[in-house]
């Protein structure tokens, strides 16, 4: 006896391998082979429709639109290998890098604002990635309204609805993140409906692991394009324990079979996610190994792994003595460098004196000298001899380029009134009593020295008592929107704490700075710190018009300037 092949479940409405006694579970086998051609038919029909309306007039306008001068900008940063700081994860961008380089761009134009021609840079092809993902979202709708309704009619009317929204085709038009992360989304709800489908009649076959892998590979994506692409996991993962409920209650199932799917679930929408989604990062931070815009978010450690960062292949002094001009950075998280400049605080802001803020760029404005508290010293003088600076010592700080000193008293911090204002004081270094601070590595003892990187220390007024402290409150207008930095009483507190990440004197010998060069899982931990700090930093600037989630389902309050990009676009 021969048999035949079985059925194929890849996809709905496949005739390869169907018999007509496999038609006739449809009904009538001329009238089930009818209904696949419409099938296949309605789906190209719309899918070459979707294609035609996303591509027509892709290279207009030719000039910069809307948020294309970030997108694109960090599709240029991935081909020239320059690591910045964005607070998406990286896949979206890296998709966007990768289809400019197949399509010719160079990574050259600078996508400095919106407005700004094109010229001769090859910028169709990033548009085109966007417009090829976004055009994929009419026939995983038509999938979607099949599997759910198995009605043509009901599927035909899910993908006409993405088809003619006006606002997918505009946002599939250009260099955006919308369309990379929509094509994932829907992939998941796809992968989905069609394991789900397949799940009484079709277990462990083939197309069952296939759908339950794409499944979890496409989750992974979602989340590594914007994190906003958890709702599409819980949304499966509610999905997966309903089904998995109703096995352990099905006492018709063999316990094997129960364990199997719980292990094959395990397996690809656990493990596979996160698999992709460590290996989407490693893929990130290997491009991305050349200093750039966003090495100050990141420690010290992570940044002596950047070619062309100051600290890659570094060596500097182990030790830091009196008279070395050094930077400090503070420890926690996306902390910024210590930095002033000539501006000062605009009067009704404390002592209106000179700024001191944190930067998280670098900067000649973030070296500070360290002096002793009662004497001014020359570091190249050879006469004198060396002090290092160790545990418990009093000292000055005195700004290089304006040369005044690291200053606290009790006026009230810009933002945090309960701290107290630090500025910027005297002249040439000569100032009063309210410039000296007192120096307490974490967990020193009295004539433990201060080491570069290694060392974490305190700032401690010597006058009020108060700790140097950084956080990520950020100035108004008139403090650049740099980051607050305040004397705060609570010395216990983890913002009080920072390490001296550049370290210039020359008398000392140099060491290596790569022995505290971080492994993949400390700069994957570090990099979603950091990330989730800057999304839970984001805020409304100053005067725009804002709206709350339950106002958007019903439009009760749409901001101006949305209405403004979105008339610009079409």
Known sequence: MIRRPPRSTLFPYTTLFRSRTDAAEDGDGDRAASRSWHWWTALLILTGASFATRLYKIEEPDHICWDE????????????????????????????????????????????????????????????????????????????????????????????????????????????????????????????????????????????????????????????????????????????????????????LPLSSTVRHFASRTLCLIVLPIASYLLIFYVHLWVLNKSGSGDGFFSSSFQSQLRGNSLYNASMPKEVAFGAVLTLKNHRTGGGYLHSHWHLYPEGIGARQQQVTAYTHKDDNNK???????????????????????????????????????????????????????????????????????????????????????????????????????????????????????CSQNLRDRNNLWNVEDNYFPRLPNVSVQFYAQNFFQKFLESHAIMLQGNSGLKPKEGEVTSRPWQWPINYRVPFSTIYSLFQLN
């Open 69 to 252: 001068t970030h997108f694109g900008k960090f599709g240029s940063w991935y081909i020239n290998r320059t690591f910045f700081f964005d607070v998406h994860p990286p896949l979206g961008k890296m998709l966007i890098g990768l289809f400019g380089v197949l399509t010719g761009y160079d990574g050259t134009f600078p996508f400095l604002k919106p407005g700004d021609k094109y010229g001769d840079a090859e910028y169709v092809g990033m548009r085109v990635c966007c417009v090829v993902l976004g055009g994929c979202l009419v026939p995983f709708a038509f999938v979607i309204g099949w599997d759910m309704t198995k009605s043509l009619s009901g599927a035909g009317w899910a993908a006409s609805a993405i088809l003619f929204d006006n606002g997918l085709v505009t946002l599939s038009q250009y260099i955006l993140l919308d369309p990379v992360l929509m094509f994932f989304i829907m992939g998941s709800v796809m992968g989905n409906t069609r394991f789900r489908s397949l799940r009484d009649r079709h277990s462990f076959s083939f197309s069952w692991w296939f759908w339950l892998s794409f499944t979890g590979l496409f989750l992974a994506c979602s989340v590594s394009v914007k994190f906003v692409g958890l709702f599409v996991v819980l949304y499966v993962g509610i999905f997966t324990i309903w089904d998995l409920w109703l096995m352990l209650g099905d006492l018709s």
């Open 368 to 486: 500070w000298t360290i002096k002793p508290f009662d004497v001014n010293i020359d570091s190249n003088d050879p006469s004198i001899s060396i002090r290092l600076v160790k545990h418990g010592d009093v000292v000055r700080l005195e700004h290089v380029a304006t040369k005044r000193n690291l200053h606290s008293h009790k006026e009230p911090a810009p933002l945090t009134k309960r701290h107290y204002q630090v500025t910027g004081y005297g002249e040439n270094g000569v100032g009063d009593a309210n410039d000296v601070w007192k120096v307490e590595i974490v967990g020193g003892k009295e004539g433990d020295v201060l080491t570069t990187i290694s060392s974490r220390l305190k700032l401690v007024h010597f006058l009020t008592g108060c700790a140097l402290h950084s956080h990520n409150k950020q100035l108004p207008k008139w403090g650049y929107e740099q980051m607050e930095v305040t």
